[in-house]
């Protein structure tokens, strides 16, 4: 089982490494298991905690929005606007 850090987490959730610190300090996505190394808290995350949050994004609170998403609201503003 591959873990990988924040940093590398974020990435592959396309979104900044400090979105994603925010987004668990504020506790709009679990925090993954946290180990402590040399005095060091780490977040080790695994492909099963990054799919969970990957789901929780759209609904996050002034999260990022999906492609999807901003395309249906501009086709709808377009539609409106006729």
């Given at each position: ?20 610190a925010r987004y668990i ?26 799919d969970r949050v990957r ?23 377009r539609k409106t606007k006729?």
């Amino acid at each position: 089982m591959s873990t990988y850090s924040t940093r590398q987490a974020a990435k592959k959730l396309g979104i900044h490494v400090a979105t994603l610190a925010r987004y668990i300090a504020a506790k709009k996505v679990p925090a993954p298991k946290i180990v402590e190394a040399g005095g060091t808290t780490l977040h080790i995350w695994s492909e099963q905690d990054i799919d969970r949050v990957r789901k929780l994004l759209p609904k996050v609170e002034n999260g990022r929005k999906t492609r999807h998403q901003k395309k249906v609201k501009k086709q709808t503003a377009r539609k409106t606007k006729r």
